[in-house]
């Protein structure tokens, strides 16, 4: 299995700076069509995850460009600018290039 | 408007089963390929399982935790996936959600395992 292992934030960010969470995964996510099947997900509490990119750096639609995705075929950056009190939660990454698909332990953002 | 609305989930003891149901509407169902996702009370999340469409005859993936005791299924004409769970174990205790395309995502349904 691919395992995903995520970084820690120094938590709080404050409102305003921008903040990276970073993902590594344990084999290429590159896919023979050029691809990168990488995910990342915002879970706000008490909500359902929220897809935010995907080919590891595609917005999703009504994601705002203050998300960017970006990384190699192993290791990945989601970076969040101007940070907003909207984007706190936890963030997950997640691979969609082999079976079994699998997420990340998850990395949570406060902001202060 | 797309929505995904699962159903099932409640209180049942180790060993015994239970069938979700994720309801949906506002997109081409027969087409679509859709997943069941967990997540524990610890919070990690845990992809179940997939089904893809009839086009790729049908294929479901599990993973390995629940290979052999749970099976994803269809409905094309209801618009509806299922994920019957036999054999259950404390350790499946989750909110169970379906997603499609992974942007969207049910609000998820709570199964609890417990004696």
């Known amino acids: 299995d691919i395992v995903m292992t995520q970084g820690v934030l120094p938590n709080p960010v404050p409102s305003g700076e921008s903040a990276s969470i970073t993902c590594r995964s344990s084999?290429?996510?590159?896919?023979?069509?050029?691809?990168?099947?990488l995910n990342w997900f915002l879970q706000r509490p008490g909500q359902s995850p929220q897809l935010l990119t995907y080919?590891?750096?595609t917005r999703a639609s009504g994601v705002s460009d203050r998300f960017s995705g970006s990384g190699s075929g192993t290791y990945f950056t989601l970076k969040i600018s101007r940070v907003r009190a909207e984007d706190a939660g936890v963030y997950y990454c997640?691979?969609?290039?082999?079976?079994?698909?699998?997420f990340g332990s998850g990395t949570k953002l406060e902001i202060k | 408007e797309v929505q995904l609305v699962e159903t099932g989930g409640g209180l049942v003891q180790p060993g015994k089963s239970l069938k979700l149901t994720c309801a949906t509407s506002?997109?081409?169902?027969?087409?679509?390929?859709m997943d069941w996702v967990r997540q524990s009370p610890e919070k990690q999340l845990e992809w179940v399982a997939q089904?893809?469409?009839?086009?790729?005859?049908?294929?479901?993936y599990y993973a390995e935790s629940v290979k052999g005791r749970f099976t994803i299924s269809r409905d094309d004409s209801k618009s509806s996936v299922y994920l019957q769970m036999n054999s259950l174990k404390e350790e499946d205790t989750a909110i169970y959600y379906c997603?499609?395309?992974?942007?969207?995502w049910g609000q998820g349904t709570l199964v609890t395992v417990s004696s």
């Open positions: 997603t499609w395309s992974w942007l969207h």
């Open positions: 506002g997109f081409t169902f027969s087409n679509a390929w």
């Open positions: 089904i893809k469409d009839k086009s790729n005859n049908y294929a479901t």
């Open positions: 084999k290429s996510l590159v896919y023979k069509d050029g691809k990168t099947y």
């Open positions: 080919w590891m750096s």
């Open positions: 997640q691979q969609v290039r082999e079976y079994p698909l699998t």
